[in-house]
C-alpha cells in the first residue's frame, strides 16, 4: 500500500499537536475506509511514547477503541445502506468496485473469521466490513472477531514506533511495503491466543460436565 507524503505529514503532524485526541480520531477515520493507513498514524504515536510525550497502553486503548468506531461505521453502512450505496458514494474516498469485490470474495472464502485475519491486512482492514455488513453477520460476531485483530494489530504498531525511537519516520517509510509480513506474524499470534482461548473454555465445559455426572450417579441418602 503506497503512502503520499501529503499523507503521512498530516497524520505526524495531527498526531505529535493533537496526542491522544488525534490518534483517537485519526483511527476512527482509517477504520472507516478513509485513505489515513493506521499503518502510519500509530508508529508515530509509539515515538511519542518513546520520548515520553504518551503513554503505551493508554495509546493502545485509545487506537483500539477509535479503530472498532470506524470499523462499526463501515459495517453499518453495509448493513443498513447496501452494496449500491457504497458503490455510489465509495468513489469520495477512493473507494471502487473492484476494491469492494476483493472484500467481498475474502469474505466469502473464509467467512466469519475472515473479520479477524483481515485486521492484519492493509487496504482490505477497511474493506472487509462492507460485505460483513451486507451479509448481515451478528454484530457480536463483528464485534468480538474485530476487536482481537485491532488489539494485537495495534499493539504491534505502536510497539515499533516505540522501539526504533527516533528513526521512526525512516523506518516507517521503509516499512510501507513490508506490512503484510508483520501482519503474518500478528495473525500466528493471535491464533495462538484463540486457541488457548477456546482450550481452555472446553477444559471447563469438560469439568462441569464431569462435576454433574458425578453428582447424578452418587447415591441418594436413605
Known sequence: MSISSEIFNFAVSLVEKSGYAGVFGLMIIASAAVPIPS????????????????????????????SLIGTLIAYSIGYFLGRGAILRYGRYIRMNEGHLKTAEKWFA?????????????????????????IGEMKLWKFVGFSLIGIVVWDTVLVYIGYYVGRNFLAISLALNGAFTQIGIVAVVLAIVIIALWIRHRRSQQAQRKESGSTASSSPSST
Open 109 to 133: 472464502r473464509n467467512g466469519n473469521v475472515t473479520v479477524l485475519f483481515c485486521q492484519f491486512v492493509p487496504l482490505i482492514r477497511t474493506l472487509v466490513p462492507f460485505p460483513a455488513g
Open 39 to 66: 499503518e502510519v498514524i500509530l508508529p508515530v504515536a509509539g515515538y511519542l511514547v518513546s520520548i515520553g510525550q504518551l503513554n503505551f497502553w493508554l495509546v493502545v486503548a485509545l487506537a483500539a477503541m477509535g
